[in-house]
């Protein structure tokens, strides 16, 4: 075993010297500089839709890129499209399985996939006359935990078989299966440029990954329990985190660490998922105590809360023109607020 | 204080213990500071009619700690943290099964750490229906079944019909041994035990916080440690969890390990970028958008979810560009790109410097991404023989490293093949046209305008007809 004593000893070694440049390069913290930046106002938010339909937990929701459409799953073993301004269902999806994990809209708005425990993820075509299944992308070992579309020809998904993929629509095949996390994954976020994606795990660790190449390129430490929400920073060069250890952080890809870590004592649920405001001054995080807190991500306080769920917010969705914030939660219900 | 199961860390530096461990640990750290003798909650002994009510303490003593040791200034606050800690069934309201803290004179009393969460309880209906036979051979009034636990008792013995012989004589033993304590002691029990299946079997309409999130409990990490009985009940011990889900095939060690060590040795060459420098970046960029962020700025006309007006999403649509709308195209050259007027507006510009094709050949890659796999060949050879090849009709000048690239991944055309030309003349446009664009006479009257334009002319093409 000598061998691999040596090799442990010099990934330990490495280890040591990343935490040291990232000392070296931490000559002020985010708190300190954004001193100067006049405080976000207090923000209270209404409740401006509330979307009834689904009979079960609401386990995740996606915004279509209309700003308006949305599809959210849930263990009544729907999908259900949403025309959220008038409050009317587009359309029900009936799912195989009804332990749907996630769901997302694709960026055309022809498509939507779905997955959960049965390991697989099925993608569903909305513009046929009756709704058809596309693919049954079949090849995790694992649960799916959080699925996007680049476009109408690929598909990343993230797995609790610690794998992320990305799959060719056509073929139904994994083009590329992304390799490094030693925990179960659990949410993933595109970058801006669609270039490369972020992915969250159970071994509290969240990795940046080149999609073309397969690589990770960058791993970023800090959370003490599995990170269960994720998302790019606007401008794709940092990224918030959301854990079971009850904190989100904040990490720059430059700085190659973390900046902030938004948490506050009196805090004492999980991040269940998180969505930022356009401009990403305002992070909104639902936790497992029912409420989804704003935090200002600049300065790392706490501006606002939203409560109205009679139970645990498992999904939030920013529509991409920012006009406001959906929340969706075990207590079967889809909020929209500003 | 019962140790909570014991933190064992894995080989590979992951935590076995559940992610729930956390948070009763949070909990419990509260808990340690509410009980402690000088500085916690005054606990008493209260007198009322006929009988003392041990061991307690109100609803209000509870809201004036959090806001005094735990800085919670809004009573909002301490109320939804303190429901949440009662959901969870470390004190409870020893007069309901509702598990919720209130601010006023209701007797609250704490669990006793054997029935705390974070021992990983999962009790079995078997117990509960234990427990709930032995209430029944109890005479007080007070310790009377509620409906709902009525109606529990008559579905559990629907379904253990064949075992309630069994069950019965169990409930009758846990009577005889409750009897025999003392009576403060057993109110005081009772109570904790009563509180326990409030956490366990909620009172319908009810969160059950033990409910666990399908992800994670597809995890079952210690299912040796889960206990499921609590009154001894042998039979209904399972050595294993049906859900548990084996761990991934462990890849050859030695070869992990090298990979990960060429992971580490990547991370640690890349440059890193002095915080001070982020900082301001990100500080700058939020200074930008925040106009264009509704939460912070009042869109124009309106925002359709507080007005119910659609007009802002039909002019999002529209070709129409308003003065806000070009005002982002010059914060980066990507906002250009992305919004399909500015790259509209961006082509007639290039048209008029006879240098369109840069911008025709970046879109006509963007798009041959997005092509199902049996187009690509066929595209790849279009581009190539409209922007690349020899005597090209729209000759770009890429590179001479790109070309060659270009050229050998022609050979086994891919929907990546112009990958590096296309970094080139992105970086060409974006260094040399954009700015030119930016400072453009065209651009900068769009951006003075105030006045709304006729929607189907260009304002460039209107400008080149005088």
């Known amino acids: 075993m000598g061998e691999m004593e040596q090799m442990k000893k010099e990934a330990e070694a490495l280890k040591t010297q990343i935490e040291a440049a990232r000392k070296a390069a931490h000559d002020t913290d985010m708190a300190s500089a954004a001193s100067g930046v006049a405080p976000a106002p207090r923000v209270q938010l209404k409740t401006r839709r509330t979307l009834k339909g689904h009979l079960a937990k609401i386990y995740a929701m996606h915004w279509c890129t209309d700003n308006r459409l949305m599809v959210s799953a849930s263990q009544d073993g729907k999908l259900l499209i949403w025309d959220s301004h008038t409050g009317n269902k587009v359309n029900a999806v009936p799912l195989k399985s009804s332990w749907v994990m996630t769901c997302a809209y694709a960026p055309s708005g022809n498509l939507v996939a779905s997955g959960g425990l049965d390991n697989m993820c099925t993608v569903y075509n909305l513009k046929t006359p009756v709704i058809k299944t596309v693919k049954e992308l079949d090849a995790h070992t694992g649960y799916l935990s959080c699925a996007r579309f680049l476009s109408d020809t690929e598909v990343l998904t993230a797995s609790g078989d610690t794998t992320c993929a990305l799959w060719d629509l056509e073929t139904g095949k994994q083009k590329t299966v992304f390799l490094n996390h030693v925990g179960d994954c659990m949410c993933l976020s595109l970058s801006p440029d669609m270039n490369s994606f972020v992915s969250g795990a159970c071994d509290s660790l969240a990795k940046l990954w080149d999609i073309r190449d397969g690589q990770c390129k960058q791993t970023f430490l800090g959370h003490t329990s599995d990170i269960n929400a994720i998302s790019f920073y606007p401008g794709g060069n940092a990224i918030i985190t959301g854990s079971d250890d009850c904190t989100c952080k904040m990490y720059d890809l430059r700085a190659d660490q973390e900046l902030i870590t938004y948490q506050d004592a009196a805090l004492n649920s999980g991040v269940t998922s998180l969505a930022l405001s356009m401009s990403g001054r305002l992070i909104f995080a639902g936790y497992d105590d029912f409420n989804c807190n704003i935090w200002d991500s600049l300065k790392g306080e706490k501006v606002g809360v939203l409560s109205g769920h009679d139970n645990r917010v498992s999904c939030t969705g920013v529509p991409p023109d920012g006009m406001c914030v959906c929340t969706g939660s075990w207590d079967s219900f889809l909020k929209i607020w500003n | ?466």
């Open chain 2, 1 to 466: 204080m019962a140790q909570p199961s014991s933190c064992a860390q894995s080989s590979n530096g992951v935590a076995d213990e559940s992610p729930n461990m956390l948070v009763y640990r949070k909990m419990e750290d509260i808990i340690a500071r509410m009980q402690d003798e000088k500085n916690g909650i005054p606990i008493r002994t209260v007198k009322s009619f006929l009988s003392k009510i041990p061991s307690v303490f109100s609803g209000s003593d509870i809201v004036q700690w959090m806001q005094k040791n735990l800085n919670i200034e809004d009573q909002v606050e301490a109320l939804h943290l303190g429901t949440l800690m009662a959901a969870h069934g470390y004190f409870f309201p020893i007069s309901d099964h509702v598990l919720m803290l209130k601010d006023d004179g209701t007797f609250y009393r704490f669990q006793t750490p054997y029935f705390w969460p974070s021992n990983c309880w999962e009790p079995e209906n078997t117990d509960y229906a234990v427990y709930l036979c032995k209430r029944t051979m109890q005479n007080k009034a007070r310790l009377e079944l509620a409906d709902y636990e009525a109606e529990s008792l008559a579905r559990l013995q629907r379904a253990f019909a064949r075992k309630w012989e069994f069950i019965f004589m169990q409930a009758e033993a846990q009577a005889k041994v409750d009897k025999k304590r003392d009576k403060i002691e057993r109110k005081i029990l009772d109570s904790q035990e009563r509180a326990f299946w409030d956490v366990h079997r909620p009172v319908p309409g009810c969160v059950n916080t033990t409910e666990a999130d399908i992800k994670k409990s597809s995890r079952m990490k210690q299912p040796h440690k889960t206990r499921k009985s609590v009154y001894g009940l042998q039979n209904d011990i399972r050595s294993h969890s049906p859900t548990h889900t084996p761990a991934p095939d462990a890849k050859e060690p030695v070869l992990l390990s090298s990979l990960q060590i060429q992971h580490w040795q990547t991370q640690l060459d890349r440059h890193r970028l002095k915080m001070s420098k982020v900082a301001e970046s990100l500080l700058s960029f939020s200074e930008q958008y925040i106009e264009y962020d509704p939460f912070f700025t009042t869109p124009e006309p309106s925002n359709p979810w507080i007005s119910d007006d659609v007009t802002s999403w039909e002019l999002e649509a529209s070709k129409e560009a308003g003065q806000q709308r070009v005002k982002r195209w010059g914060f980066c050259f990507d906002e250009v790109l992305k919004d399909p007027v500015g790259r509209e507006q961006f082509l007639r510009f290039l048209e008029s410097e006879f240098s369109s094709e840069n911008l025709r050949f970046w879109l006509a890659v963007q798009e041959l991404k997005k092509r199902p796999i049996r187009e690509v060949p066929s595209r790849v050879q279009e581009i190539w023989d409209e922007f690349l090849a020899p005597g090209a009709p729209s000759a770009i000048n890429v590179d001479s490293r790109s070309y060659d690239k270009t050229t050998q991944n022609i050979k086994d055309p891919g929907r990546y093949a112009f990958q590096d030309a296309q970094e080139h003349i992105y970086k060409l446009m974006k260094s040399d046209s954009y700015s030119r664009f930016i400072r453009s006479s065209a651009y900068q009257e769009m951006l003075q305008a105030k006045k709304k334009r006729n929607k189907n002319i260009p304002f460039f093409v209107i400008k080149n007809m005088k």
